[in-house]
Structure formats: C-alpha cells, structure tokens
C-alpha cells in the first residue's frame, strides 16, 4: 500500500544487541514465510531488519541464497573509511555486504557514547558515500520536551544532520521520542505527525523540496501491532522504527502487516 503521497512505507526492526547470527538466521526465515504466508504486497511495503555487526555476513547470505523479499542494515558506521579505528565498520564494508541501510545517530549512540550532532553529521556524510542510505534518528527526553517545547530538539537536530548533505540525497529520517522508549507509552499519532511534520520542513530547506516529499519519516517508540495503524494514518509518518517489538517474530509481522489494522 503505497501511501497517497507516493512514498513506500518501510518498517524498521532494531534488533540492537540482541540475537547472534544463528539466531538471526531463523528470525529472517521465519519472518520472511509469516509474511509470504500473509500475502503481504513487499513492493507495497518495504520491511528491513538492522541486526548486530556480527549477524550481517549471514544475513546477507540467506536473503541473497533464497531470494528473500527481506532489507537489512547495520547499527551504526564509522565516519571514517579505513585506517587506525580499532573497532569500527566503515561504509565501504557495509556496500560490500550489501547493506542497503545504516541507522545513525539512535538515541542510545548519543547517550551511552556521547555522539554529538557534529559526528551523526559526519556519519550522514560517510554512508552516502558509500550509497548506503542513513536511516537518521532524532529526538527529545522528557526533559527537552518540557524545556523546549515539541519538536525544536528534533530538528536542531536534523538540521546539524544534514549540514552539508548534497541536494536530493536519499535519506530516511526517524523520529524517537526518549521519552517513550521502551515506556510503553507511545506518543500521539497526532504529536508524532507535529513532529514529522516539522521534520520534512527541515528536509526541504537542507536539501530541497523534491527531496523532502520523498524522504521516509519514520516514528519509533514503544511501537506495537496495536497501534502502528493510528501512526500510519498520519500524511507525514511514513513507517516505524521498532525497538523491542521487533524481536518478536509474530508481534513484527503483524506490525509489518499493518494495512490490516488501518481500516480498524
């Protein structure tokens, strides 16, 4: 179900540091045949999985040996392209598994280490080099959210994020609210729309209009088949970004399915 502005809708599962690449393997099948199953339309709906570094290799192997209708994507990428960077992935290795996503900037590589607005920004620049598509995330804490209001974080943060960033660039961008990660309590659909509405805005005046009515805004936080079709129903929400939900087989289905719910 293409979206009446044109744009795919895509439906993200982070599985952050969770599942080894055996794991990963059974999740891919079984997540591929529940879909197959379902008849769901994948030129309709793009469904991507972002496992761990360590999962890519197989991941890439399976999808590419059986012809799955699956995307995937790394966690993360270096700024830089090779050298003395103990520990990090460049965009180059990504190209070469066949990455066709990298999620940059998630709130936990901001917090837990200390990514600032200057290094997503690098990043941003790193992947699309390599035409690794930057799934950017951005988003407020409570404490940002009483203090400044609904989406001026955000897009603060975009805005540095896409500092530089050539016209027309293919970009996705994701909105997090901290504040509702992992809570349980989602935003709105109508404060997310606020936001992604906001969010397209700053595409348009980074890199231009025709970039922004493409450009994917996705919203992650506390996610779940039970109310993905109120967020999908906004103009400006294109997909999701799903965290926890997304490693429950039958729970990210059902999301990924979500046409089915949007009449309810």
């Known amino acids: 179900m293409t979206k009446a502005n044109g744009r795919v809708p895509f439906i993200a599962g982070n599985w952050k540091m969770n599942l080894d690449h055996l794991q990963s393997i059974a999740f891919v099948q079984k997540l591929a045949w529940s879909l197959k199953d379902a008849r769901l339309d994948f030129d309709g709906v793009e469904v991507a999985v972002f496992p761990p570094f360590t999962d890519l290799r197989s991941v890439q192997t399976l999808v590419a040996a059986d012809k799955l209708p699956v995307k995937y994507g790394a966690q993360d990428v270096s700024a830089h392209d090779a050298g003395a960077f103990t520990g990090e992935i460049s965009g180059a290795f990504l190209k070469a598994l066949d990455c066709e996503y990298v999620i940059i900037g998630h709130s936990e590589r901001r917090t837990l280490h200390m990514e600032d607005d200057a290094l997503v ?48 660039a293919d970009i996705v961008v994701a909105y997090e609210p901290v504040w509702a990660i992992g809570s349980g309590q989602a935003a709105t659909p109508e404060q997310a729309e606020q936001v992604a509405a906001a969010l397209r805005a700053v595409v348009a005046e980074s890199i231009g209009a025709d970039a922004a009515a493409a450009t994917r805004i996705l919203y992650g936080g506390s ?26 087989v039958a729970e990210f289905s059902s999301i990924s399915r979500f046409q089915s719910h949007v009449g309810t």
């Open 121 to 168: 920004a690098a990043k941003v620049k790193a992947a699309l080099k390599y035409d690794v598509t930057p799934v950017i995330c951005v988003g407020e804490t409570a404490e940002d959210l009483a203090e400044h209001g609904p989406s001026a974080v955000p897009v603060a943060q975009l805005t540095a994020a896409l500092e530089g960033v050539g016209a027309g």
């Open 223 to 248: 996610v779940k088949s039970g109310n993905i079709a109120g967020f999908m129903r906004q103009p400006n929400v294109d997909g999701a970004l799903v965290g926890g939900a997304s490693l429950d």
